[in-house]
């Protein structure tokens, strides 16, 4: 099989005692995506997380990376690099040296140190003490660690935490580059609108089960379109709408009125019943609409 970078998960299921965190999740992270791995805090995605990356073993179901186990994998860093917390760096130690003690381990020369310094924009810093470090310097250097490898996917926790807007914009442009590169990227974020301008796919959870797995076009789709209408007299237009079988119609909290129906169907009406219209919209489904609906609704989640 060609190496890809392909993340599988089986049927994961994780207890920990008569708690059960991830209940038979199933998903894949295919090589040249991003996919947006979301769900409330406790819906189990930092657990998933570490069974992906061999940190917690599965009470039953499999991860797999390029058809293997991770423990199976004879070189992992070159196969996925994991962030799931920006810690664990000796306060006194810079951040070249922390990288190189890394590399050493790993096996990787100390030009490939330099390399991924530049790559997440630490050359200037990185005879600095880690100690030193802002929330968002922490965050790059875990991601220089994670990449020293030169790995075919990546497993990353909320590495926007502690970034300023600059930085969420340049991680959002570098992960979008890292999968253009045929790489695959799974990333856990609470940036949902960051997330909405950067994955290829969602993977949604809700108390340890997955409720959404597919595209965000696929999921506002599967949201009734609306207009939002602003007008002279709501209350004739509603009449009108109604008499025209629109009767799918609520009032905005700004007095606006939200019709389920084509923008044309609203006009026509509108002149029908001699309401002026002072502003019309397609109302878009933004990802926190929908991720919350996911995630609060107890209703069933398109499949």
């Known amino acids: 099989m060609e190496p890809s970078g392909r993340i599988v998960a089986d049927a994961l299921t994780k207890q920990f005692g008569p708690v059960t965190a991830v209940e038979g999740l199933s998903f894949a992270v295919e090589p040249g995506t991003v996919t947006g791995f979301l769900g409330p805090n406790g819906s189990g995605k930092t657990t998933t997380l570490r069974m992906l990356l061999g940190l917690v073993a599965p ?6 990376i390029d058809g293997l186990r991770f423990a199976e994998l004879p070189r992992p860093a070159s ?4 962030v799931l917390e920006a810690q664990g760096f000796h306060p006194a130690r810079s951040a070249r040296a922390h990288l190189r003690v890394h590399a050493a381990a790993i096996g990787v020369p100390d030009g490939r140190v330099e390399e991924v310094l530049a790559l997440v924009g630490l050359a200037g810093d990185a005879r600095r003490a880690a100690g030193g470090f802002s929330l968002g310097m922490r965050q790059r250097l875990a991601l220089a660690t994670a990449l020293l490898g030169d790995p075919r996917a990546l497993v990353l926790d909320e590495p926007g ?5 600059a930085g969420v914009a340049w991680l959002r442009s570098f992960l979008r580059g890292f999968a253009r590169e045929g790489r695959s990227v799974l990333v856990s974020s609470h940036l949902l609108a960051d997330v909405d301008q950067m994955a290829d796919h969602l993977v949604v959870l809700r108390a340890g089960r997955c409720v959404y797995q597919g595209g965000l076009d696929r999921l506002r ?8 209408v602003r007008c002279a007299s709501p209350a004739d237009l509603a009449e009108q709408l109604a008499r025209s079988g629109l009767l799918e119609i609520d009032t905005m909290p700004d007095g606006r009125l939200a019709v389920a129906a084509d923008p044309i169907r609203v006009g026509d009406a509108a002149l029908a019943a001699g309401v002026a219209i002072y502003g019309m919209v397609e109302e878009r489904h ?5 991720y919350l609906q996911l995630t609060t609704d107890p209703g069933p989640a398109p499949r």
Do not use: F, H, M, Y
Not at 59 to 64: K, L, P, Y
Not at 79 to 82: K, R
Not at 221 to 228: D, E, F, I, S, T
Not at 286 to 290: F, H, K, N, P, V
């Open 59 to 64: 009470t039953s179901g499999e991860a797999r």
């Open 79 to 82: 196969v996925v690099g994991g």
């Open 161 to 165: 935490n502690g970034l300023d807007p």
């Open 221 to 228: 789709a599967a949201q009734r379109p609306r207009v939002l």
């Open 286 to 290: 933004d990802l926190e609409q929908l």
